[in-house]
């Protein structure tokens, strides 16, 4: 019965299975994000992940994670709203590990939802809650910063924007960010310049804004700048 003897040899290697177990059912229902990120500069081969997500995953809640994403970037921010709201009850009517975790990214979605929609106060008021939970989603940081700037908000803006200058990522974020302030200041030079190098990259799409919200930007920001000119 030497062969069911444990060692050091055999113990590591069931560790390490238990581990990889571990690993990949946590990960597993985020595969179709994982596949969606390889395309980062194909908007429409990111929506159709995102979508086969919410058929796959029917009722969990990264199901309504990623169909409430696939609407935010689709422009469709009444029905993400939806769809965040049921992802929130399923995570309130589940409170596993798991979707204590997932709850956060719905509500960082609400956020995105609230600031795409022109509601700066309720964006800011969800985004600084998500940070205050978790210092470690920038993205969080980054609409509290954008949405003080549209209050007019300048100089909390800036500090938030401080927290964000200092991370290594979110490139994309700190664009944004920039613009939004710049054209809270009455700077629409510089706002338009740091909104056509962000509207240059093709992965802007990762911001959660889709073309048309900076499209948007744009427009409002010349026809700003003519009427100070």
Avoid at 100 to 115: D, P, S
């Amino acid at each position: 019965m030497d062969y069911l003897s444990l060692n050091l040899t055999s113990t590591l290697a069931g560790l390490a299975a238990v581990i990889l177990v571990m690993f990949l059912r946590l990960h597993w229902p985020f595969r179709f994000q994982y596949m969606a990120n390889l395309f980062k500069r194909r908007l429409d081969v990111r929506l159709r992940f995102l979508d086969a997500s919410y058929r796959k995953n029917r009722s969990r809640s990264v199901a309504m994670l990623d169909k409430s994403t696939h609407e935010i970037m689709s422009g469709n921010y009444e029905l993400a709203e939806k769809f965040i709201v049921q992802g929130i009850n399923v995570c309130k009517e589940q409170p596993s590990l798991f979707n204590q975790a997932m709850i956060h990214y719905l509500f960082y979605n609400l956020a995105v939802v609230y600031y795409s929609s022109g509601r700066y106060s309720e964006a800011l008021e969800v985004a600084f809650r998500i940070y205050q939970r978790d210092q470690g989603m920038t993205d969080s940081l980054a609409l509290i910063a954008c949405s003080h700037a549209r209050l007019g908000e300048v100089e909390s803006a800036l500090e938030a924007y401080k927290l964000i200058s200092r991370k290594r990522s979110a490139r994309d974020w700190k664009l944004f960010c920039l613009a939004e302030i710049e054209a809270a200041k009455g700077n629409y030079e510089h706002a338009l310049t740091y909104l056509r190098q962000l509207m240059g990259k093709s992965s802007a799409s990762f911001l959660h804004l889709n073309r048309s919200e900076l499209e948007k930007r744009l427009e409002e920001w010349q026809k700003a700048e003519t009427e100070a000119g």
